[in-house]
């Protein structure tokens, strides 16, 4: 057993943020942070683009930000939530600015603003096109100066503790089910750890893995999601998942795609067919920088017309210094590929990206089961609605890590710590003899995703994707029940929850809205309608 204050899941942005801010104000508090995999691995770490903020009141407005945000959600987002993020944003960058991470200047004009799909102004800060890897440097390092933060890295949450494990019945509507910890797999020893706390935070991260081909690494497998509606927690919108439109079109199939960022753009990069010719004039007059789910299906459009399996981004015309000063990764990656971005044309296809749906919060970070918080990627606090915004989820995860936090402070130390909770069982389990089994399923799984609920869906590919993963369900649940637990079943397991919990949202709305487009029913409706599981 490891007792702790507090214990947060997951090392990206949200959890070591919120981690940060308990320890310094708490230095008496024990903090337990688990990464499934090493310290730095996440989402977080291959953000390219960067944070966007209203940074220059001269040029920008909070009130432009909030329009921008609420025009890419479609409809769907909380107005209040938007607030919230779009008027807190400047001070929790500054925050990490004083902790010690660094953007990008622009001469001696402050900071080097950058633009994306969907803003209609420059306001994003970077570093180069490394953002999110330099934010998990510099908050892994301001974490390391507290002694009461433990890391444990290659520690695997596989479930919450709630009454349920206390011999509980504990269904949906439940009222009053508590978290008091969570069940972790130590990947070293093999043992499964019983892992208590007063409080605990989910902050585990996005489920890109879903589909064939994402941007996400391969750690992006919903664990998080999965575990809270396993746990009975509601959970929402849970079909708007964000294709981003320009990945780097590898045949070999690299996992992850490379991701092409918005920024080149937003820099002046232009999107091409493969014969050459502009096509974004033919459905919004913002072209290549409308916000990202018209982006991504004008590309899924122009491919399926054309049968081709690419579109190209044109950077020829941009000056190279510059170019490569903005966006040195991008450019090492294309010339080790064999393209010079500035000399030749870009191949690039959508690739899943970002979950906007995921654990229902409200806007202090409480999820519906008492004493588990959720911040970061895997939550669905209102700001993204329909389609996220570009840029604006590590600027999310700094806010809401940060609201959780003054939650929690004045309440932690009311909240027991207990401790009659069982040990996991792993009675009548055996090794896993065929690995087989697994990867084949997980392949499985992603071809289902890819071909029935991708970035156009209807109503008879739903129905196929939700009898194919049926099946698929059926078949692990047995292998769980049977074999000794290991991270790759339980990301198998997780996967298909989450695959199920996109096709199931998606045959429940009736209607295309932001990245939900359906040819069944290819209108929006007039009445607003959240899907919640
Ligand atoms: P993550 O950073 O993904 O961290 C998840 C953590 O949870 C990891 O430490 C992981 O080990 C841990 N974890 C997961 N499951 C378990 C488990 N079962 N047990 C234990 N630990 C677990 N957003 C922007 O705002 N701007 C950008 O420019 C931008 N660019 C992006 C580029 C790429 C290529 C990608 C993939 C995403 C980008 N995003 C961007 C999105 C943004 O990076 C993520 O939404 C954000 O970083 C998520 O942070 P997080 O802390 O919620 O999760
Ligand atoms: C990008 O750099 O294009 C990604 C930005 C984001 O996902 O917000």
Known sequence: MIKSDLLVIGSGVAGLTLATKMARQRPDLSITVLSKTVDDESNTRYAQGGVAAVWNLEKDSFEKHIADTLDAGDGLCNADAVKAVVYEGPDRVREIIEWGTRFDQHGTEGYDLGREGGHTENRILHYKDLTGWEIQRALLEEASRHSNITVLEHFFAIDLITQHHLGYNVTRVTPGITCYGAYALDKKTGSI?????RSTVLAAGGAGQIYRQTTNPVIATGDGIAMVYRAKGRIRDMEFVQFHPTSLYNPAAENPSFLISEAVRGYGGVLRTRDGKKFMYRYDERLSLAPRDIVARAIDNEMKIRGDEFVY?????????GFREHFPTIYDKCMSEGINPMKDLIPVVPAC???????????????????????????????HGANRLASNSLLEALVFAHRTAEDLLPRIDGLDLRTDVPDWSAEGTT?????????????????????????V???????RA???L???????????TQTTISPQLCELRN????AYLVTRSAAMRHESRGLHFTTDYPEKKDHVEETYM
Do not use: F
């Open 457 to 463: 869906r209807s109503n008879v590919r739903l129905k």
């Open 470 to 480: 049926h099946l698929l369900s059926k078949e692990t649940e047995e292998l769980y």
């Open 466 to 468: 939700m009898d194919r």
């Open 353 to 383: 990206h970002y979950m906007c749906g995921g654990v229902m919060t409200d806007l202090r970070g409480r999820s519906s089961i008492d004493r588990l918080y959720a911040i970061g990627e895997c939550t669905s606090t209102g700001l």
């Open 431 to 455: 090794d896993p003899k065929e690995m087989v089994l697994i990867t084949q399923s997980t392949k499985e799984l992603k071809e289902i995703m890819t071909s029935y609920v991708g970035i």
């Open 495 to 498: 996967l298909i929850t989450i």
């Open 193 to 197: 750890e019983t892992l208590l706390a």
């Open 313 to 321: 981004l044109d950077c020829r015309h941009l000056e190279e210094k």
